[in-house]
């Protein structure tokens, strides 16, 4: 036991002690505020914590019931007005799936794609992407049934689902509830789309940057299986610049692609079925018919050889991974509860 010494009260080591004694008592008054504040603090970045958890919940929410209640009527006015602008011209069921595509790579499926300008008009969407009219028409039809309630990101994902429906492809649920963005990025339509010349290395690396599997692209790839492209985009492929290509089908391609020049003129991306949605495209790709040198980069000898084999022997498993892979292409970075707004004019943000 430490033995006890009392000093006298007017001796100057009593007064150095009393002195200790304040400044350590100052110290761990101190002490105390500062463990007081950080428990604060700490209580604080746990609120945050739940708060951005709980945000991050909200995003993942979609449902395919979301208009049930505010616009029941929304989803068949979609469906007969894909089907009235298909009727009247097959390509435009190619053109809708495309740009709710080029929708979701581009900031998430926000329908940053239909606001004017902006992304519409760098060079992969520029005098390429079509269907903004048909977009408009549709939402002045929903608009009138419910006033400011159905995002423009949403009528491109059930427009993209129609589509395919009305040109022969199988039918998904489309969950609902994106909101329509405030902006657009032109920058990122150079950077997230992938292009005509990529490599099957370069399309993986692209889809994976939207959390979609080697899978989900061969499978999304599939949608080439309508629709035309510019022999600009394709030029290359069919003048010598790749091998893995058929010498009748590159023969025939000539014809209306000439060399030189703008290179406008088009191409069926399934000579085979154009305006049916079907599994052709990947029978094509075995017979070295891909019309882009990223189609025929999907069956080259090499790691995806076999999914191809695989949807071009069954349509049903095409189908199917289309349609799952359709699913998730939808829901990348939706903006839901507080984010956006839900645009009165799609071409336009809100005044
Ligand atoms: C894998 C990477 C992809 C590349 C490199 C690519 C590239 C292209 C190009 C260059 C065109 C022709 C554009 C023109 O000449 O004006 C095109 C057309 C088309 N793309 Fe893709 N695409 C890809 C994936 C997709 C996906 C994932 C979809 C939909 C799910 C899609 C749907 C379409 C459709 C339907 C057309 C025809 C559009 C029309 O006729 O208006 N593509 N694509």
């Known amino acids: 036991m430490q033995p006890r010494i009392f000093l006298h009260s007017t001796s100057p080591q009593f007064r150095l002690q009393r002195r200790s004694q304040a400044i350590a008592s100052k110290a761990l008054s101190e002490l105390d505020k500062l463990a007081r504040a950080m428990a604060a ?3 604080s970045l746990q609120l945050m914590l739940v708060v951005a958890a709980l945000a991050a919940v909200a995003s993942a929410q979609l449902s395919p019931t979301f208009y049930d209640t505010s616009c029941p009527r929304a989803a068949a006015t979609i469906k007969s007005a894909v089907a009235a602008a298909v009727a ?32 519409q008009d760098t060079a992969p969407n520029k005098d390429s992407l079509r269907g903004y009219g048909v977009i408009d028409n549709i939402k002045t039809q929903v608009e009138a049934l419910c006033n400011q309630t159905v995002s423009c990101a949403d009528i491109l994902t059930l427009a993209a689902r129609d589509s395919v429906v009305a040109l022969g492809g199988p039918s998904w649920t489309v969950p609902l509830g994106r909101r329509d963005s405030i902006d657009a990025n032109a920058a990122a339509t150079l950077t997230d789309l992938p292009g005509p010349d990529s490599s099957r290395s370069q399309l993986e690396a692209a889809f994976l940057k939207k959390n979609l599997s080697t899978a989900d692209m061969v499978a999304l790839s599939g949608a080439h299986t309508l629709g035309q492209a510019q022999c600009q985009n394709f ?4 003048y010598g610049g790749d091998t893995n290509i058929n010498a009748a089908y590159a023969t025939s391609l000539k014809a209306s692609c000439p060399q030189t020049g703008t290179g406008t ?11 049916g949605f079907d599994n052709a495209y990947y029978a094509n790709l075995m017979n070295q018919r891909g019309l882009l040198h990223s189609d025929q980069a999907l069956f080259n000898n090499d790691t995806t050889d076999n999914a191809v084999r695989n949807f071009a022997s069954s349509a049903a498993a095409f189908s199917s991974a289309f349609a ?4 998730k292409m939808g829901n990348i970075e939706p903006k839901t509860g507080t984010q956006g707004q839900i645009r009165i004019v799609c071409s336009k943000v809100n005044s």
């Open 41 to 43: 603090s700490c209580i």
């Open 88 to 119: 009247s011209e097959p390509r435009m069921g190619a053109s809708l799936l495309r740009l709710h595509f080029h929708d979701c790579f581009v900031q998430g499926c926000d329908a940053s794609v239909l606001l004017s300008g902006n992304e």
């Open 235 to 238: 030029r290359t492929r069919i």
């Open 265 to 275: 003129s088009l191409a069926p991306l399934d000579p085979t079925t154009p305006n």
């Open 324 to 327: 799952s892979a359709m699913v």
